[in-house]
């Protein structure tokens, strides 16, 4: 299995998640601005099936997924230097459900998710603000996200992104610090660090879900861990 991390993240971090995954680490770009210029969560969108990317992305890098035989979809929209233009693709797909902004979201998207049920909310920025952990167990950091999946009758689990880093930002979000796979939360961070700690343990724990939190420190918002 393979990793895509922004090669940011802190090398204690990269250190821990190469002991489950191969590691391929997203290089800054010009195409947006610096904050989130190596986020995996802005340049990709994980489908069901595959993979899609924004056209402008470091060839590179899909020459080295390609040679690692993930199955791409090349994007139609180029990530642009501000938001909206930047939320292409920060989409979240689970196997029932897109959840996005979708006045924002990539026609690809749109496309290869057409039998799902769209899950409309006002924040672009979904997928850094949100993880899916099941069909009915999200983590979310964002209060509008968290409304609307209760009143789909979704289990949400609304976590206070006030103390996660992101640089040149007062703060980062939830989603952007995680990555999902085989019923383990991979965290950068500890969550010893937000207020919600014991309340998110206890949730988890009840969904056999099991956390790994790749360093002791502050949360980090790495743009999300995204699996394949």
Known sequence: MLSIIDHRIPEIAKEKLSKYFELVELPSSTETYESISAHPDIFFCKTNDALIYAPNIDNNIINILEKK????????????????????????????????????????????TAGLEQIKVNQGYTRCNLIGLSENL????????????LEQKLNSFFINPEKIHLSGFKNGFFGGCCG?????????????????????KKNLEKNNIEIVELFN????????????
Do not use: C, M, W
């Open 138 to 149: 999200f983590l979310t950091s964002d209060l509008g996200i968290h409304q609307i999946l």
């Open 69 to 112: 035989g993930v199955s791409l979809i090349k994007g139609k929209s180029s990530i642009g230097k501000k938001y909206p233009e930047s939320a292409y693709y920060n989409a979240l797909i689970t196997e029932n459900h897109l959840i996005h902004n979708i006045k924002f979201t990539d026609p690809s998207i749109l496309g290869i």
């Open 180 to 200: 999902f796979y085989e019923n383990r939360l991979f965290v950068l961070g500890s969550l010893k660090y937000i207020t919600e700690q014991d309340e998110l």
């Open 217 to 228: 420190g502050p949360l980090f918002d790495g743009g999300s861990i995204i699996i394949i």
